[in-house]
Every structure is written in C-alpha cells, then in structure tokens.
C-alpha cells in the first residue's frame, strides 16, 4: 500500500525566499512520485515526477525534489519564490510495478508568498 | 495536443437525485481516472477505466459507477446525491502502457448538493 504525508497545511514565505515544501511518503513497492500544483478553481497541473534515474528531478516555473529513499521523503524547492507560485500543492505516490494507476495523494500544502 | 476536458464545470443538485459527469482524455491517452477532492482534502482515487472496463476502484459505494466509450472519453454517474458528495470531481488520462506516465487532469467539475 500507498502513502503520502505532507507536514505544514500552511507555509508562508516572502517573495525572494527558500520555498522548502516537505513530502514523506509509505511505499511496499518502488514508488514513482509526483508533485502537482493546484491554482484556485483549477484541476491539477504536473510540476516534476521521479521514476528512476537521477534522484534530483527538475521541473517546471524553477522548482526542483530531491529522491531520499533512506528517508522515504521527496520534498519540493524553489531557491527564490516569486508572486505567482502562490497555490496549492500536492504530493503524490503511485506503486511501480502496479497496473493499477493509482495515485495517492497528500492533504495538499497551501503556499502563501508575501511581497 | 489536445488536453483534458471535463463538463459542466458547476453543478448544483439536491439530495437523492443522479448526476452525470463527462471527460474528455487528452489525444494519444487510453485510460481515464476519476478522483473526488472534497474542500481542504488531497484528491481521492474513484475508479480508472481502461478497455472500457473498470479497472482498480477506490474506497467508494457501488452508487458511483462509470463508463468509458470506445473514443477513450468518460462518465462518471453518482445516484442517490448525499450531502457528502459535495466536492470537486476530476479526471485524468494516461496511457495504459506507460506505469511511469503522468496523469493529466482536467480542470474538474464541481459538484454542490443541497
């Protein structure tokens, strides 16, 4: 089976600064991981995935994760917020391996970036 | 290339009636998945149909069913509406053959029952 816990519902930055958004995550089996973003009243937009390869993955609007299997983690960053990336994101797993496309998410963090 | 599409975007039912949503899959893309994200929650897994056939279902009551049609496209149908079923339903496709693939999502539908 499948988890995903994102700690912070809420993270507050000012605009220029770190954007660390943690994500931790359960796994029986090999996982691939997702980072989607959610803009008010819109569906979900991919960000970056890891499948395999490269535990650094690099993804859209400058934001990048990190692949930690000792620490079962998969947190998303962004050197230097801007304005814009104030939305909603999720983290999510799916079991590699599994024919089933299942994807589990978090509860979502909320990013707020103050001018 | 062609993306997700879902209608309506707003729907506002009572209690104990049916609704029925629609998706569209992006071009190239076999498998639909649908998800219910209530206010404040991550997305939660309702069904995937693949081959036209339900293929893996979540958590949910036999009330929620689906159907996929030969072009790929989808519908969602909840009978008996609840207060509870109030939420954002979106689909998303993928190709059955790429494990790894990215799910892409519609921009949702979303449902109010009163």
């Known amino acids: 089976a499948q988890s995903v816990t994102q700690l912070g519902s809420h993270v507050s930055v000012s605009e220029g600064a770190l954007v660390l958004l943690r994500c931790n995550y359960s796994?029986?089996?090999?996982?691939?991981l997702f980072w989607y973003v959610q803009y008010p009243n819109q569906g979900l937009q991919l960000l970056l995935k890891?499948?395999?390869?490269?535990?650094l993955v690099k993804g859209i609007n400058g934001f990048e994760a990190e692949f930690k299997k000792s620490e079962t983690s998969f947190h998303l960053t962004k050197p230097s917020a801007h304005m814009s990336d104030a939305a909603e994101y999720f983290c999510?797993?799916?079991?590699?391996?599994?024919?089933?496309?299942?994807?589990?998410f978090g509860r979502g963090t909320q990013l707020t970036v103050w001018p | 290339e062609t993306g997700v599409t879902q209608s309506p975007t707003h729907l506002i039912k009572t209690r104990g009636q049916q609704v029925t949503l629609r998706c569209s899959s992006q071009?190239?893309?076999?498998?639909v998945s649908w998800y219910q994200q209530a206010l404040g929650q991550g997305p939660q897994f309702i069904f995937q149909?693949?081959?036209?056939?339900?293929?893996g279902r979540g958590n949910f009551p036999p009330r929620f069913s689906g159907l996929q049609f030969p072009n790929y496209s989808s519908e969602l149908n909840v009978n008996a509406l609840e207060l509870d079923d109030s939420a954002l339903y979106l689909c998303?496709?993928?190709?059955?053959?790429?494990?790894?693939?990215?799910?892409?999502f519609g921009p949702g539908t979303r449902l109010l029952v009163l």
């Open positions: 998303a496709s993928s190709s059955w053959d790429k494990p790894e693939g990215t799910q892409y």
């Open positions: 796994s029986s089996v090999p996982p691939y």
């Open positions: 890891y499948t395999t390869g490269a535990t």
């Open positions: 999510a797993v799916k079991g590699r391996g599994s024919t089933l496309g299942r994807l589990y």
């Open positions: 071009s190239g893309h076999n498998t």
């Open positions: 149909y693949y081959r036209e056939e339900e293929n």
